[in-house]
């Protein structure tokens, strides 16, 4: 069972720049496709960002690219999303999910495939 836990998130006014973390509890870490979700009020959880566990591929969701920029840092079994050029349409509770389908070369934007989820963390974009 992995565990993962963000942090990062925050209030911050459009056009500002925030920086979220994710950190997992295993090592099989670098096994795994991770990727970024976000909640808006009253919406369904959406795709953000997924990286590859070798950070070979990368995908964004068409709302978020050209601002937003996954990384990974499987020595330190981290996963980051560092997002510019907020707008409050970003607004929401962001999730990191680790799908463990070990050693995947394509990201996957289904969240029902991935396995292990963080408790999500809050991020509001003031207009």
């Known amino acids: 069972q992995v565990q993962l836990v963000e942090s990062g998130g925050g209030l911050v006014q459009a056009g500002g720049s925030l920086r979220l973390s994710c950190e997992a509890s295993e090592r099989t870490f670098s096994m795994y496709t991770m990727g970024w979700f976000r909640q808006a009020p009253g919406k369904e959880r959406e795709f953000v960002a997924g990286i590859t566990w070798s950070g070979g591929s990368i995908r964004y969701a068409d709302s978020v690219k050209g601002r937003f920029t996954i990384s990974r840092d499987n020595a330190k079994k981290t996963v980051s999303l560092q997002m510019n050029s907020l707008k409050p349409e970003d607004t929401g509770v962001y999730y990191c999910?680790?799908?463990?389908?070990?050693?995947?070369?394509?990201?996957?934007?289904?969240?029902?495939?991935?396995?292990?989820w963080g408790q999500g963390t809050q991020v509001t974009v003031s207009s």
């Open positions: 999910a680790a799908d463990s389908s070990v050693y995947i070369n394509v990201v996957v934007t289904t969240q029902t495939l991935y396995d292990y």
